[in-house]
């Protein structure tokens, strides 16, 4: 019961992303293409939505469910990681047709193809687990 509210935000970040378009796999090629600004709408308005969250995570300093409190731990910035990081997400994103959030919520549409690009995200998921201890962090 105590998950509840979270299989809730699921439930409604599929209807979201269904609703938007976000997890049509025609509206992401058509972004790598950059014949439309549609999913580049979607996304400068989640990242404005997520620097707005932080700031006030910070100014109210939330709790998380268990009571903690959330900290922001400021990382070594090294350009070749983010666009090392970046290329190799970009190029899962436009060979499937799909980030992690729309890979589950078309498999929810009926989409049984993308079991495959989910497994394959599970394996690579797995396998970073495996080396990221020898990766330059």
Request: aromatic residues 16%; glycine residues 12%; proline residues 3%.
């Amino acid at each position: 019961m105590k998950l509840f509210r979270f299989f809730l935000v699921g439930i409604v970040f599929g209807i979201v992303m269904a609703k938007s378009e976000a997890m049509s796999w025609y509206r992401i090629q058509e972004m790598f293409r950059f014949h439309s600004f549609h999913m580049f709408g979607i996304i400068g308005t989640a990242v404005t939505l997520g620097v707005l969250g932080v700031a006030l995570i910070r100014k109210f300093n939330v709790r998380d469910y268990s009571g903690r409190s959330i900290s922001f731990i400021p990382k070594e910035r090294s350009m070749i990681r983010y666009l090392a990081g970046g290329t190799i997400f970009g190029l899962g994103w436009a060979l499937s047709g799909a980030c992690p959030g729309p890979i589950v919520v078309n498999i929810g549409y009926g989409c049984t193809t993308m079991l495959v690009v989910f497994v394959f995200a599970l394996l690579g998921t797995f396998l970073y687990g495996i080396v990221r201890n020898k990766l330059p962090h």
